[in-house]
């Protein structure tokens, strides 16, 4: 395959390196030229799973030396940000914000570095990179701790093949804390009140995805998504209205009193972080300060194991409503069906096996 940045996608100028997982977290959780296992090497013609073992800071892909330095700064903040969380401390709102930016890079340079290292077995081509897809959808952030008491580092759910076709889903185990990390368009905006999709068509002559947007209903409901929930951790929602990826803007469907109202930051096509309660929704704004830390520390032989289950069933929801095909040819259709039908057998393969350990 062609080398490309993975910030901006266009062939690297000035090439440096990217840290997909940055050399900071590396660092902070042992030596960073420790061997880390990498999912499984893919081979379609054996049935056998070969583990990917290389050192922690190996996990390297080309960018731009300028679009490298220009996320230095989030970096930094980032860094700060989570050495904050495993001390038990709080976050404002615009910190958390920025944190999820922060996650949303992390996300979509794995699946591009993944992508890569198994020789795009997935047959994608992407049409956004990590600059054009951060910051733009919903997004959802579980944190849960366990009993674990040393340094660790793990990355769940981006080696498999539905994360290889939907990158919205995936895990960040650091020390003790496991990160779950969702993000997809008009995730959450619904049941918060926010414009979201009635119904979405998949175009036939481009890579596309066609909407039909809605005016928010502009109350909240509970539960925030229509899914149960299986971490036992805090769970952060936040709206995201940039417009990026959607051809000729929102078309006014935000500009409301309810959207702005309920923003951080309007003009940016920001939501306010919205914190789900069993009871209740309570929501944050920019310096409003956000205690992170779980109540509940849950065993880590159980977590471990249920926490590898439920990213692959989160990546299996994403794959539960898919947009319609109907304007696509019988052969763009069986291709589609296929793929899909692959990866979540594969995960649900997984799953079983993850089960029979609990």
């Not at 062609?2 to 440096?16: A, L, Q």
């Not at 495993?86 to 949303?104: I, Q, T, V, Y």
């Amino acid at each position: 395959m062609k080398k490309h940045c993975v910030f901006c996608g266009k062939k690297p100028e000035d090439k440096s390196k990217e840290h997909i997982v940055p050399r900071w977290l590396i660092e902070l959780t042992g030596e960073a030229n420790r061997n880390a296992r990498f999912g499984f090497v893919k081979n379609i013609k054996s049935k056998d799973l070969l583990e990917r073992n290389f050192a922690f800071d190996k996990f390297t892909f080309p960018a731009c030396s300028v679009c490298n330095n220009k996320y230095a700064d989030l970096e930094a903040r980032a860094k700060n940000h989570i050495e904050n969380i495993l001390k038990g401390n709080s976050l404002k709102a615009s910190e958390l914000s920025d944190l999820l930016d922060w996650f949303d890079k992390v996300r979509v340079g794995a699946w591009l570095g993944m992508r890569v290292l198994d020789k795009n077995i997935a047959d994608v081509d992407p049409n956004f990179h990590i600059e054009t897809r951060m910051g733009q959808f919903d997004r959802l952030l579980i944190i849960e701790k366990s009993d674990f008491s040393g340094s660790r580092l793990n990355i769940g759910g981006a080696d498999s093949f539905c994360f290889a076709i939907t990158p919205s889903a995936f895990l960040l185990i650091i020390n003790g804390y496991y990160f779950t990390n969702i993000s997809g368009m008009f995730l959450c905006s619904r049941r918060l009140g926010f414009p979201y999709i009635k119904t979405s068509q998949l175009h036939p002559d481009r890579d596309e995805v066609e909407v039909d947007l809605k005016s928010g209903r502009e109350r909240m409901m509970l539960p925030v998504l229509r899914k149960r929930i299986a971490e036992k951790g805090v769970r952060f929602f936040q709206p995201m209205y940039k417009g990026g990826l959607v051809e000729g803007g929102l078309d006014g469907f935000h500009d409301t009193e309810y959207v702005k109202n309920h923003s951080m930051d309007y003009e940016k096509g920001i939501g306010n972080i919205f914190k789900e309660h069993d009871n209740g929704i309570a929501e944050y704004s920019s310096d409003d300060e956000i205690f992170m830390k779980p109540q509940e520390i849950q065993r880590e032989s159980d977590l471990y194991v249920r926490s590898a289950i439920n990213i692959l069933e989160w990546q299996l929801w994403f794959h539960k409503d898919l947009p319609d095909t109907s304007r696509l040819t019988k052969e763009q259709r069986k291709y589609i069906r296929d793929r899909f039908k692959i990866a979540n057998k594969v995960n649900r393969a997984f799953i079983n096996s993850y089960k029979k350990m609990l």
